[in-house]
């Protein structure tokens, strides 16, 4: 499976902003998927994640964040609301085999990478 980001831009702190990831060559039936985030200088964190088990959140997205799938179940949703001036980040989803993870939150888990897509907060 290959993975396409969308959706990052500028947006004022405290605005919500919606990115898209599109899955080609597969879709995500056999797959764990989540997303993830990258500021500059610091190591890549897990925000949510959807695998057999159902969704999964990390402590900075609980309540703000919101992961969803389409019924094709080849795009992937994160929609983010009252975004905070220290979120810029570049934002990534990934992919691993079912089964084939412990915690799918873990970015090293993940097999299969987007190229990011850039969301930046102004204050």
Sequence with gaps: VQLVESGGK??????????SCAASGDNFDDYAVGW????PGKG???LSCLSTSGFEYSDSAKGR????????????FLH???????????YYCAAVIEGDYKD??????????GKGTLVTVSS
Excluded: I
Excluded at 65 to 76: I, K, P
């Design 104 to 113: 799918c939150l873990g970015s090293s888990e993940m097999e299969t990478w």
């Design 44 to 46: 890549r964190q897990g």
């Design 65 to 76: 964040f919101t992961m969803s799938m389409d019924n094709a179940r080849d795009t992937l």
């Design 10 to 19: 500028l947006v004022q702190a405290g605005e919500s902003l919606s990115l």
């Design 36 to 39: 993830f985030r990258q500021a």
């Design 80 to 90: 983010m609301s009252r975004l905070k001036p220290e979120e810029p980040a570049g």
